[in-house]
């Protein structure tokens, strides 16, 4: 059966801008996480505290978190990767975190300069202390289903890793298709198998981006399964840094159509987040990449 009601981890503002070459003004980024609030969505991810170096586009995340603290009711997770971005995540009063794992040894080399079980090893006292905090944490896992240096990923795999962040106290796992080349059966293998070995499909989230054109097709396999959070990017905007071949989110407009249409409520108002996606790609220089935002601002 399919879920009544969606919740939308919407991720542009981070997954979205983290991979634009220009570096977007801190400015236009508040208006954007604004204006998607304003459009309804309840959880916007807000921006990442890594190490300002291996993200530039993100190293105003200190000058930009405060510029979001009238947005009171609605939830601004940020990433996470170490103690140092926790501290400095808590000290402005961020209380929803990412952390963020790999599947895969080549991405995690790249992605956080470690190999999986260390990076591992880093996560378990930021998971630790925001626990102590009432912190709501999130676990992103990369490369679910496919990885550009190493193949396809075996399902064992995922579930090792997947099950070691819900052990470490993680509230909540994201489903990484970094590079978009899963299929809805592999999806739906994966999604039984960690059921089986005990991660409940009310933690799971499912994160998909675009790259094969799967990304819907993926989301509709994963609701069919039971999932009701699902990632999405307005305007389709996204990808990773550090994982070659990854391109954009799926795009939140494209998400929300579908779900209109089958009748599940998200209560995002797809006017106002279509209007936010041209402006943001009037900002960018480039139009969104988004069907449905081509279609329903006749760009
Ligand atoms: P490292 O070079 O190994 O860092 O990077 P380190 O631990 O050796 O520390 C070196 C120096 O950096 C130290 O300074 C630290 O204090 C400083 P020093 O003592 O030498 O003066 N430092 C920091 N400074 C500020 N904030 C920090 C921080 N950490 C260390 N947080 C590190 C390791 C994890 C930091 C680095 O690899 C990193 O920042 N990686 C982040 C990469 C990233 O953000 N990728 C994109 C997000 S993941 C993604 O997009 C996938 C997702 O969307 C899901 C999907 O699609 O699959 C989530
Ligand atoms: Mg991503």
Known sequence: DLPARVRIHEVGARDGLQNEKSVVPTEVKAEFVHRLA??????????????PKWVPQLADAEQLFPMLGDLSDVALPVLVPNERGLDRALALGAHRIAVFASATESFAKA?????VDES?????????????DRAHVRGYLS??????WEGAVPVQQVVRVAKALMDMGCDELSLGDTIGVATPAHVQTLLAELNEEGVPTSAIGVHF?????QALSNTLAALQH?????????????????????TGNLATE??????????????????????????MADQLGRPSPSR???ALSHQ
């Open 38 to 51: 304003a459009a309804g969505l309840t959880t916007v991810e807000a921006t990442s505290f890594v190490h």
């Open 111 to 115: 992605n956080l300069n470690r190999t």
């Open 120 to 132: 591992l090893a880093m996560f378990e006292p930021v998971v630790a202390r925001a626990k102590a």
């Open 143 to 148: 490369m679910c289903f496919g990885d550009p």
């Open 209 to 213: 981006h675009d790259t094969y054109g």
């Open 226 to 246: 039971g999932v009701s959070t699902v990632d999405a990017s307005a305007g389709g905007l996204g990808g990773c840094p550090y994982a070659k071949s990854a």
């Open 254 to 279: 494209d998400l929300v159509w579908m779900l209109q249409g089958l009748g599940i409520d998200t209560g995002v108002d797809l006017g106002l987040l279509t209007a936010t996606s041209v402006w």
């Open 292 to 294: 449905t935002v081509r």
